[in-house]
């Protein structure tokens, strides 16, 4: 069964369900389509908020999304779109992926996924290191994981099937997800692992030489931003502060964001601020006015016109659609 149940916690670290207890793994699907909300809008939820429904196969997938928010994890992640066309962003690096197209992410690198297209869909498997290798003295430790957990290689690669080593791992993509349902077949995480296994080397052929390597300590200063918005964003938020706490100028902090994320920052920390909003409309009955308050809004009436410019409704009636659903 495949479902997406991205979490993240405090440190927008994502939690992932794994497909069985104790192996390594998870499988999901992340799906854009659009669902009703309104004239001419999208319904747009956060994965945290994302509802799970049946799908084609008895697929689940947590329907609908606007964007996957910026986190990271400590699994390797590949990304392989099913429809559409869906962008992803890792750090300072944006990737237009079309159906058929993969990603590998290296772990640990703050990034983030939205739909260019309005039926974009795409699966993901996210592995932790230790599927692949968990001697740090071996050969294959050496050879295999320990280019990539250094970042000194490639940690954005791209695949499709018109390489030899593509054509492989976007097969081998395909077995996992369908092995990931198999839940009766006996040895299954074996199976999945050995498909992994089979492939990584191509992997790491399309990786050398061929991308870009994301800097380490860029990395580093995009995640103590995105850990500050997420702390403190029910107070106010100076550019001053920000930039004091990221060790750069006020100048200098607004340019790395927007080359990281290319996003404004007091952008994204209004979205920000929207989407906690939009949880504590679905999940408690505080006033309206209390939670402009709560996500750092100066008035209740300055909150509610920043919130229909983002949403196309107001406040109420976002919770009166969250309560119906």
Request: with cysteine; charged share 20%; aromatic share 8%.
């Amino acid at each position: 069964m495949i479902v997406n149940q991205l979490k993240t916690l405090d440190s927008k670290e994502g939690i992932m369900e794994r497909i069985s207890p104790g192996f390594p793994l998870s499988v999901y699907q992340t799906d854009f389509a659009e669902a009703e909300a309104g004239p001419g809008r999208r319904a747009e939820q956060s994965p945290e908020q994302g509802r799970c429904t049946a799908g084609p196969g008895g697929v689940r997938t947590a329907s609908p999304f606007s964007l996957v928010p910026w986190h990271w994890h400590e699994d390797f992640q590949l990304c392989l779109v099913n429809r559409g066309t869906v962008r992803f962003h890792v750090v300072r690096q944006s990737c237009r992926l079309t159906q058929g197209t993969g990603l590998f992410i290296n772990r640990r690198l703050a990034h983030m996924a939205e739909p260019e297209s309005p039926d974009a869909s795409y699966y993901g498997i996210n592995v932790h290191p230790c599927l692949i290798c968990s001697q740090t003295e071996s050969l294959v430790y050496q050879q295999m994981l320990l280019p990539l957990l250094q970042l000194s290689t490639s940690s954005l690669i791209l695949f499709d099937k018109s390489t030899p080593e593509g054509q492989r791992l976007t097969e081998g993509f395909s077995r996992i997800l369908s092995l990931s349902e198999q839940t009766d077949t006996a040895g299954r995480e074996l199976l999945i692992q050995s498909e992994l296994l089979s492939a990584w080397p191509g992997l790491l052929r399309l990786g050398s030489g061929s991308g870009e390597i994301v800097s380490a300590a860029g990395n580093r200063r995009l995640k103590e931003i995105l850990l500050y918005i997420s702390a403190h964003y029910p107070e106010k938020i100076s550019l001053a502060s920000l930039a004091a706490h990221s060790h750069l100028s006020p100048g200098e902090c607004s340019r790395f964001f927007h080359r990281a994320t290319g996003l404004n920052l007091f952008s994204y920390l209004l979205q920000y601020r929207i989407r906690q909003s939009r949880r504590l409309l679905s999940e408690t009955e505080l006033s309206i006015a209390q939670i402009a308050l709560e996500c750092g809004f100066s008035s209740q009436s300055y909150y509610t016109a920043c919130f229909r410019r983002q949403e196309g409704c107001t406040p109420n009636q976002y919770r009166r659609r969250a309560q119906r659903g």
